[in-house]
């Protein structure tokens, strides 16, 4: 059987979404060709999603090669009917191996019992769903190698001792439950606590605030832990932590450090790359103080190749100026700073993500000056070029949850952009979300059905692959929302109605 993919200019009624009428309308489309195995995935999918919830229509769309396109729409996920999403801290998290199969993490609660969930899936119904009980867990995260191991981190509260717990948990082929790991127990001062796992390849890191300091671990392919730096300030917090992993695997932090509860704000930058006899990192560079309160406008990333590899620190100081440091990633002696080259104006600088390809660092922020009414969307390419920035966006609406990643495309890289699109009062009555990227332009991708709420989001990219997870209401519950690419063709550009 072959079966063609929806026009993007072809409306679906709600009558039609049950699966023998979309298989109807799979078979008239303009675009190519899916085989039979692929068309059979998708399909066996359509069958397993209630209609009652299945509000997803296949929009089209924008292929960026002569292949086969595939795609599958936004897709709920409903592991645990009657719980809403636990919209605290970091509400989802997704990643991505090499094959295209993702891995997504996400906190749900009723009233005082709370669920750790993790899916392991290709196109939305899971080969894997596992989950955990935890009453006080808070701050999932999860990465995955390029072999397909899972890591899952969070923290939770213990009420007895008065101590918040750090957990790992490690889900390989054949896994079929959550079995933490302790990785640290004390009391903190950090509002909100942050805690990060990344990969590159078969490495994995997990950064994590510990008493009075910061703290890194190695979780593959071998354990080694230490500091990555004392807080400069006693019971400081931390408003924001980032994290990459250079090609020689080793580990870059970059935080926003702050004395409680209106102290001083530091920026801050650690590496392993240089380590002392005790493991701690040992290339550190800080940037303060200021009276200025950053918040979450901070990034970190890797360009170019040894022997050239570079760090790139980015952030906003001072009167919502933008700025980057710079240095070799394995060894930092000093880190040179450049103000970034804004237009004339008065900036509100409220979000800021940054991505590396190749030797150039592609910089998108979220932010309001004196010709917007709401914060827009900004683009800076080639940042060592020093260019003005492009306004990408210009509509009358708040923005939040801007994610930046690098996708593959034939045989070059682009940077793709995404966000979400808000009513930030009363009735909510708009909350979608988007993503641009260069030469290919702007293309909503999700649109929830019901109370708008800005629940949060996530987008994650290996190679060509490509997925986001968007949290919004569905029949009186809040639940992520899952899409992306398939096949190797797309970026996931399809539309929820």
Known sequence: ?????????????????????????????????????????????????????????????????????????????????????DTLTNPTAIAIEPNGRKSVFWLEKE???????????????????????????????????????????????????????????TLSEGSTSINPVELYAGALYDTPIL????????????????????????????????????????????????????????????????????????????SNATITPARDMNQGWNFGPSTDSPGDVLDITVADTPPNEKVYLIYRFGSNQLYYGTCLANGCPSMPTTKINLSPSTWLIWELKAVGIGSSVYVAFLAQNSSTTFNELFYITNLAANPAEQRITNSDYSKANLHMVRVQWQSTYLPLVGWR??????????????????????????????TARHQGSDLAANGEWVAGVWAAETNGRVVPFLSGNAYLSSLPLVSKK
């Open 421 to 450: 699109r808000y009513t930030p009062s009363p009735p909510y009555a708009l909350d979608d979300a988007y993503v641009w990227a260069p030469n290919y332009g702007l293309r909503q991708v999700f649109t929830s059905t019901s």
């Open 1 to 85: 059987m072959r079966v063609k993919l929806p026009r993007a200019d072809e409306n679906l009624s709600p009558d039609d979404l049950v699966r023998p009428a979309i298989v109807n309308r799979l078979n008239n489309n303009r675009y190519g060709w899916l085989n039979s195995s692929h068309a059979s995935a998708i399909e066996s999918e359509l069958i397993m999603i209630p209609k009652r919830i299945f509000l997803v229509v296949l929009m089209g769309t924008l292929v960026l090669t002569a292949c086969i396109p595939g795609i599958f729409p936004p897709t709920p996920l409903l592991a645990n009917t009657g719980y809403n999403l």
């Open 195 to 270: 805690i990060r796992v990344i990969a590159r390849g078969e490495t994995v890191y997990v950064v994590y605030p510990a008493y009075g300091c910061l703290r890194y671990k190695r979780l593959s392919p071998t354990p080694a832990e230490g500091k990555v730096a004392d807080y400069l300030i006693p019971n400081s917090s931390l408003q924001n932590l980032q994290v990459t992993i250079d090609s020689s695997n080793k580990l870059h932090v970059a935080w926003v450090e702050k004395g409680n509860p209106m102290g001083n704000v530091f920026i801050r930058y650690n």
């Open 111 to 169: 009233g005082t019992t709370r669920n750790l969930i993790y899916w392991r899936t290709h196109f939305g119904e899971p080969t894997l769903a596992v989950s955990r009980q935890d009453r006080f867990a808070a701050a999932p995260d999860v990465a995955v190698t390029d072999s397909g191991t899972a890591y899952l981190v969070w923290y939770s509260y213990n009420p007895t001792s008065s101590q918040n717990v750090f957990y790992t948990a």
